[in-house]
C-alpha cells in the first residue's frame, strides 16, 4: 500500500471522529419551563397531566442538567444542591405507601452549582448539601425523564427575598439555557389547599379560573407589574388564590430567565380538584 494513502486514510479517520464528536457535543440553548405539579399523587397516577408530561420531552432539547425551582424548598438565604447522589425526599403524608417508594436516584452536578453560585452575584447562594430532590421535582421528572439519567439539582425559595428579588436572580441564571441547562420552575399558579373540592371530576371554582387567566394574560403580554403584584387587580383575589406564595415563586423563574422577544406557549391548562390550577409554560 502506498504510505501517502496509508496516512492520509488514518488522518481523514481521525479527522471525521473529532468532527462526530463536536457535532455530539454541541450544547443547545434550552427553554425556560413552568409546571404546575398538582398533588403527588401524579407521580403515580395516569391523567391527561401524567400523559401530557410523558410525551413533553419530546417537544425539548435533551438537556445537559436540570435546574429545578420548586415550592417545596423554602430556605433563609439562597442554597443550591451540590451533593453527588441526591435522596428523594418524600415531603408529605396521608397518602398511599406506593407514592413513598417512589425513587427517583438522578445524579447531582458539582459544574453546574458551582456556575449558579458564580452567575449569582447580586443575590449569593450557598451550597447545600442536606436536602435533595423533593416532590415537586420528582414527581414531575418521574415522568419526563423516567431513566433519572440527567442530572438534578435544587435551588431554595429564600424566604427573605422579594418577588423583584426572585425575578432577578432569574435574570442572572439565564446564561445557563446558553450551557443547556433546563430551569424547570414546580409549582402551582393556584394554591389554595384549604379550597381544593375533593369530589372526582369537580368542576373548576371561578376564583381560580379568574386568577389563572389574569396570569395567563399577564405571561403573555409580558406585563411584569401584574406578575409582581403590582397590578390593578383585586387584592383580595391574589390572598384567595396564594394563602402563601412558595407556590407561586417558582413561575417566576421560568419568566425571568427568558427573553423579553421569546414566544411563551402553554402545552398544559386545566385545573385539578377544583382549585388547583396545572397551567404549564415553556419559553423559548
Given at each position: 500500500?502506498?504510505?501517502?494513502?496509508?496516512?492520509?486514510?488514518?488522518?481523514?479517520?481521525i479527522?471525521?471522529?473529532?468532527?462526530l464528536?463536536n457535532?455530539?457535543?454541541?450544547?443547545?440553548?434550552?427553554?425556560?419551563?413552568?409546571?404546575?405539579?398538582?398533588?403527588?399523587?401524579?407521580?403515580?397516577e395516569?391523567?391527561?397531566?401524567?400523559?401530557?408530561?410523558?410525551?413533553?420531552?419530546?417537544?425539548?432539547?435533551?438537556?445537559?442538567?436540570?435546574?429545578?425551582?420548586s415550592?417545596?424548598?423554602?430556605?433563609?438565604?439562597?442554597?443550591?444542591?451540590?451533593?453527588e447522589?441526591?435522596?428523594?425526599?418524600?415531603?408529605?403524608?396521608?397518602?398511599?405507601?406506593?407514592?413513598?417508594?417512589?425513587?427517583?436516584?438522578?445524579p447531582?452536578?458539582?459544574?453546574?452549582?458551582?456556575?449558579?453560585?458564580?452567575?449569582?452575584?447580586?443575590?449569593?447562594?450557598?451550597?447545600?448539601?442536606?436536602?435533595?430532590?423533593?416532590?415537586?421535582?420528582?414527581?414531575v421528572?418521574?415522568?419526563?425523564?423516567?431513566?433519572?439519567?440527567?442530572p438534578?439539582l435544587q435551588?431554595?425559595?429564600?424566604q427573605?427575598?422579594?418577588?423583584e428579588?426572585h425575578?432577578?436572580?432569574?435574570?442572572?441564571?439565564?446564561?445557563?439555557?446558553?450551557?443547556?441547562?433546563?430551569?424547570l420552575?414546580?409549582?402551582?399558579i393556584?394554591?389554595?389547599?384549604?379550597?381544593?373540592v375533593?369530589?372526582e371530576?369537580?368542576?373548576?371554582?371561578?376564583?381560580?379560573?379568574?386568577f389563572?387567566?389574569?396570569?395567563?394574560?399577564?405571561?403573555?403580554?409580558?406585563?411584569?407589574?401584574?406578575?409582581?403584584?403590582?397590578?390593578?387587580?383585586?387584592?383580595?383575589?391574589?390572598?384567595?388564590?396564594?394563602?402563601?406564595?412558595?407556590?407561586?415563586?417558582?413561575?417566576?423563574?421560568?419568566?425571568?430567565?427568558?427573553?423579553?422577544?421569546?414566544?411563551?406557549?402553554?402545552?398544559?391548562?386545566?385545573?385539578?380538584?377544583?382549585?388547583?390550577?396545572?397551567?404549564?409554560?415553556?419559553?423559548?
Amino acid at each position: 500500500m502506498d504510505r501517502r494513502i496509508f496516512i492520509g486514510g488514518v488522518l481523514g479517520g481521525i479527522v471525521s471522529t473529532l468532527i462526530l464528536k463536536n457535532a455530539e457535543s454541541k450544547v443547545v440553548r434550552m427553554p425556560t419551563v413552568f409546571l404546575g405539579h398538582g398533588s403527588p399523587m401524579n407521580a403515580i397516577e395516569k391523567n391527561s397531566f401524567t400523559d401530557f408530561l410523558n410525551n413533553f420531552p419530546k417537544d425539548l432539547p435533551k438537556p445537559v442538567a436540570i435546574l429545578a425551582i420548586s415550592a417545596h424548598w423554602e430556605t433563609k438565604g439562597s442554597k443550591v444542591l451540590k451533593i453527588e447522589k441526591p435522596k428523594t425526599i418524600h415531603d408529605f403524608g396521608g397518602f398511599p405507601a406506593p407514592l413513598f417508594q417512589v425513587q427517583y436516584p438522578a445524579p447531582g452536578s458539582f459544574k453546574v452549582a458551582d456556575r449558579v453560585m458564580e452567575l449569582a452575584k447580586l443575590h449569593p447562594v450557598e451550597a447545600d448539601s442536606s436536602w435533595g430532590l423533593d416532590h415537586g421535582t420528582w414527581s414531575v421528572l418521574k415522568h419526563m425523564y423516567p431513566n433519572a439519567d440527567i442530572p438534578v439539582l435544587q435551588l431554595s425559595l429564600n424566604q427573605n427575598m422579594t418577588f423583584e428579588d426572585h425575578l432577578s436572580l432569574a435574570r442572572e441564571l439565564k446564561p445557563l439555557r446558553d450551557e443547556g441547562v433546563l430551569i424547570l420552575g414546580s409549582g402551582n399558579i393556584t394554591h389554595n389547599l384549604r379550597r381544593v373540592v375533593w369530589e372526582e371530576n369537580a368542576k373548576p371554582v371561578d376564583w381560580a379560573v379568574e386568577f389563572d387567566l389574569l396570569i395567563k394574560n399577564a405571561l403573555l403580554k409580558r406585563d411584569t407589574n401584574v406578575l409582581l403584584g403590582k397590578g390593578p387587580e383585586n387584592k383580595s383575589l391574589w390572598n384567595m388564590a396564594h394563602p402563601s406564595l412558595e407556590h407561586y415563586l417558582p413561575l417566576l423563574y421560568a419568566y425571568g430567565a427568558s427573553d423579553e422577544k421569546e414566544k411563551i406557549a402553554f402545552p398544559f391548562e386545566g385545573m385539578q380538584m377544583g382549585s388547583l390550577s396545572m397551567r404549564s409554560l415553556i419559553i423559548g
